[in-house]
């Protein structure tokens, strides 16, 4: 498909926030078990002045809808549970995402116990996808990170990475619960959750160079 690049910035795995996400083993929680999916193809529109994600789309390469990028959102309840991939509400087809590499791996080494229900678990999935999209209106959803809810959301956000790495993961791995690394965590997190919380707030609120009119026009 070819994108009007004059309009348009052309996001594919070359971007470093796509590659990010193909390369951060971490990332393989977020699509193996929510099932979060980043498309191969996202258009931000350059010429328009409004927040970042409001001018974000993911085109369908089957139909050629142009779908808001808030189509799959948490306010939606439909940024998780995509495992096949972004579900297009325009023609019922899947629009293709990238893989992260460590979820690739995951898969290829528990195929044979997934595999021979790869196409009942796809057809099932397939089928509830229509209902989730219905009657959606993504110009309501609100950006989690304009104006003051930036550091709420930084703080949620340091909440789940505190419960994640301090108490479910030394759990998983055998190391156990320890006053030391709940110390460090509750440092650390809030820390690092101001700053995601204020990244996020600039970054989804940035704005595009609106064209200037001339005379001409
Ligand atoms: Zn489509």
Redesign the pocket.
Same mark, same amino acid.
């Given at each position: 498909m070819n994108y009007n690049t004059d309009k348009y910035k052309i996001y594919t795995w070359k971007t470093p926030l796509v590659l990010h996400w193909i390369i951060n083993p971490g990332l393989a929680i977020n699509e193996l078990i929510f099932g979060q999916k980043v498309p191969k193809v996202s258009l931000v529109d350059k010429t328009s002045d409004l927040p970042f994600i409001e001018r974000s789309f993911v085109p =369908?390469p089957? =139909?050629?809808?142009l779908h808001d990028q808030r189509t799959w959102s948490t306010q939606n309840g439909t940024a998780f549970k995509n495992w096949f991939g972004l579900y =297009?509400k325009?023609?019922?087809?899947i629009?293709p995402c990238v893989h992260n590499l460590f979820s690739l791996l995951i898969l290829a080494l528990t195929f044979p116990i997934w595999g021979w229900f790869r196409k009942s678990l796809k057809e099932n999935w397939l089928s509830k996808q229509a209902q989730r999209f219905e009657n959606l209106d993504t110009t309501k959803i609100p950006n989690p990170f304009d104006g003051k809810n930036w550091w709420i959301s930084g703080l949620k956000w340091a909440g789940f990475m505190f419960l994640t790495m301090q108490v479910i993961w030394p759990l998983l791995d055998g190391t156990g619960i320890t006053w030391e690394s709940l110390a460090k965590g509750a440092v650390i997190w809030p820390i690092s959750g101001f700053f995601f919380g204020f990244t996020m707030k600039v970054f989804t609120t940035k704005r595009g160079r609106k064209k200037e009119h001339t005379l001409i026009d």
């Open positions: =369908c089957h =139909c050629n809808a =297009c325009s023609c019922g087809k629009i």
